[in-house]
């Protein structure tokens, strides 16, 4: 393994350490299952957006993108 590999896997490590710690704590999850939450609802107004311009192809896909992402998470991160 080269240094950078090493210097790469330390970093990736020390990350994983951080985020599973964070991730024990309630509000970290409700904070970030918010932001994700607020995300998916943000593409699916500006797919509403897009559609009344025309881009209907685009808004399509954007919403599809937004709604299928919030339905995960209401689904799978019960935690």
Do not use: P
């Not at 999850?29 to 932001?35: C, F």
């Not at 919030?70 to 991160?77: Q, T």
């Amino acid at each position: 393994m080269s240094n950078l590999d090493q210097k790469i896997e330390n970093a990736a490590n020390k990350i994983e350490v951080v985020a599973n710690e964070a991730w024990k704590k309630r509000s970290f999850r409700i904070v970030s299952k918010s932001i994700s939450a607020a995300a998916e609802m943000g593409l699916m107004i500006g797919a509403a957006h897009l559609s009344e311009k025309g881009y209907k192809s685009a808004a399509t896909c954007l919403f599809g993108l937004g709604a299928v992402g919030l339905a995960c998470d209401l689904l799978f991160n019960r935690k």
